[in-house]
């Protein structure tokens, strides 16, 4: 599922950023790994990165608390 219209990247390419040590896992950071360095042009993905990227900082959390 495209993620991205604009500066096109997937769910899959958000996935990858997100599991990269290498990315500091915030949104504007996964994006522009997802989207080769590109800025948003109409934001309308932030949502969702901003979403996918607290689950998986909250999962990074959880991991570290057990």
Do not use: Q, W
């Amino acid at each position: 599922m495209y993620i991205c219209n604009c500066n096109p990247f997937t769910d899959k390419d958000l996935d990858r950023a997100l599991s990269d040590d290498a990315v500091l896992k915030t949104p504007s950071n996964v994006y522009k790994a997802c989207s080769g360095g590109e800025v948003p042009c109409c934001g309308t993905c932030i949502c969702e990165i901003k979403e996918r990227v607290g689950k998986h900082l909250n999962k990074a959390l959880l991991a570290v608390a057990e």
